[in-house]
């Protein structure tokens, strides 16, 4: 796609999508944005964004259409309400939903763009704020071949792991077995932690040989250095990643599969969410082990 010619509307400009908006504005491209609150994307319109009054304006006026939002209603109200992307975007027009959300409503996406001429792709991400902000996230997508090749240029200015996994919500499927795996490695690596100061050892020192070991993870490359620090920001929220858990929990048990580990994440988080800090980053589970 022609960059100088091609608008991209964006909504959400959250701790994810102000990175990823960042880094198409980087790359030379025509960014437009909508968010409930406009004050939260000062910066991005201080920037060069082009802000645009409601989803109805964005969706008329966009080439490529991507969301990043909270939770599967939001996509659902975005996608299908009455002022909403379906309802209002070009024949022809590229959407594409980066939220981490049900499967089955990535296959609705795509069979009702279908029918209005639309292209419609899951493409949920991993790899945090640090990932978002770099352009080195990992992108998941579902849906057309050629689809996704129109696009493809774009998913990599925000993404340097970009894989087409399969039919529409096959994106989703794959982000929900990613986050199966970080929910169990969470628990380990904030036992480890505790451990290590349990046992007198220092445990950044400890990080620096475990962390190119067996053990290795991105968690705990990334996320156990917030721990010991005592940094509770979220690069990625503790209400998301729950949201995420009873996603893949209820994904499991429609196929029949036992999911144990991510079973119990699901109840620590919980109760750490309880507990006031549904808002702390994810990396806040250690303060349930201290």
């Not at 996230?137 to 493809?152: C, P, W």
């Not at 046992?199 to 067996?214: E, H, K, N, Q």
């Amino acid at each position: 796609m022609d960059k100088k010619n091609t608008i991209i509307g964006f909504i959400g400009t959250g701790v994810m999508g102000s990175g990823m908006i960042h880094n198409l504005q980087k790359a030379g491209y025509n960014v437009h944005i909508f968010t409930r609150t406009k004050e939260k994307a000062k910066a991005l319109i201080e920037q060069g964004a082009t802000w645009e009054n409601s989803i109805e304006e964005l969706a008329n006026r966009a080439d490529v259409l991507i969301t990043m939002v909270g939770y599967p209603k939001d996509v659902e109200d975005i996608y299908f309400g009455e002022k909403g992307i379906l309802k209002n975007v070009k024949k022809g027009t590229y959407i594409i939903d980066m939220t981490t959300s049900k499967p089955s409503l990535a296959t609705q996406i795509y069979d009702a763009a279908i029918e209005k001429g639309v292209h419609a792709l899951d493409a949920p991400v991993s790899g945090g704020d640090i990932g978002a902000q770099n352009g080195t996230l990992a992108i998941m997508v579902g849906g057309n071949e050629e689809a996704f090749q129109a696009v493809r240029p774009i998913l990599e200015v925000m993404g340097n792991n970009v894989i087409l996994q399969g039919e529409a919500g096959a994106g989703q499927h794959t982000k929900l077995t990613n986050q199966i795996t970080i929910a169990s490695n969470m628990i380990g690596v904030s036992e480890a932690i505790m451990y290590a100061k349990k046992a007198g050892l220092d445990p950044v020192r400890v990080l620096d040989s475990i962390t190119t070991g067996a053990a290795g993870s991105w968690s705990l490359s990334n996320l156990a250095p917030r721990m010991i620090a005592g940094d509770e920001e979220p690069g990625f929220y503790v209400k998301h990643f729950i949201k995420d858990m009873k996603i893949a929990l209820e994904s499991a048990k429609e196929m029949g599969l036992k999911t144990p580990g991510l079973a119990l994440s699901l109840e620590l988080y919980q109760e750490l969410a309880q507990k006031g800090n549904e808002d702390r980053g994810t990396q806040a589970l250690i303060k349930l082990f201290e």
